[in-house]
């Protein structure tokens, strides 16, 4: 009976720390019954998926209204009546003989941009471009020619070693038949135009390879029958000589001597 008492004995600090303990889990029973009793009139979707979603709809149909504002705005500017329209409908409409002009040009794409034809021919005499002397500020001037396809011309002339025909304009980067009609009546090559010439009897194989209109296969064999059985001497011969696939173009960057 002692020993009972000794251990049911508390010292002071003993004490304390027993209703310390007691109090809190007292405190957090009362707690946990409160909230349980009382829940929060909100509810709370930090981690709920189908909340996310939600959230994600409302924004992107927002955005979705935003745009559709911008673009009926855009619409509704670009639908008003120019002032220059409103007040001088007279002055812009097109006469009979502006008609004929454009139609003259032959056939045309709307990508190339309507009007660039008439601005750039406001003269009864047409300025003329000489292909293989003008630089690209020059060919920027062609209708529907913007830096990009005016440099794409000049280098398509370096390679080549200057134009010898219009129609070599096709062979250009990019270069389409609507676009090419709308320019044709724009450009000249000079008459006494010499272009530059590959010496098929000296030049090397890589100068050789540069040229547009020769391929390794031609090079090929051009190099074999100067080496094996002497001087190409004449186009007749080239063309023996390379066979069927030869451009025909190629005559006039030859030189035999």
């Avoid at 349980?36 to 149909?61: F, G, Q, W």
């Avoid at 194989?205 to 001087?231: A, C, S, T, W």
């Amino acid at each position: 009976m002692d020993n009972f008492k000794r251990f049911m004995t508390f010292s002071r600090s003993e004490r304390i720390a027993i209703i310390t303990m007691v109090s809190m889990i007292v405190i957090i029973l009362i707690t946990k019954y409160l909230i349980i009793a009382n829940p929060p009139k909100r509810t709370y979707y930090l981690h709920d998926l189908d909340s996310i979603i939600e959230r994600r709809n409302a924004v992107m149909d927002s955005i979705r209204i935003a745009d559709s504002i911008e673009k009926a705005k855009a619409l509704a500017k670009n639908n008003e009546i120019p002032r220059y329209a409103r007040n001088d409908k007279k002055k812009h409409a097109e006469t009979k003989e502006t008609a004929k002009r454009r139609n003259d040009h032959g056939p045309r794409s709307d990508s190339i941009g309507r009007g660039c034809l008439d601005k750039f021919d406001t003269t009864a005499t047409r300025t003329i471009i000489d292909l293989n002397t003008a630089d690209t500020t020059l060919l920027k001037q062609l209708p529907g020619i913007g830096g990009a396809y005016a440099k794409w011309i000049v280098n398509y002339r370096e390679k080549l070693g200057g134009y010898c025909e219009t129609e070599q304009l096709l062979e250009v980067y990019r270069m389409d038949t609507a676009r090419y009609y709308a320019i044709k009546d724009y450009v000249t090559i000079d008459s006494t135009f010499i272009p530059n010439k590959l010496n098929i009897n000296s030049d090397a194989f890589k100068i050789m390879l540069k040229h547009p209109y020769l391929e390794y296969d031609d090079v090929k064999k051009i190099v074999n029958h100067r080496e094996q059985k002497g001087l190409i001497t004449s186009w007749n011969q080239l063309e023996r000589i390379v066979g069927d696939g030869i451009n025909p173009k190629l005559k006039y960057y030859i030189d035999y001597q």
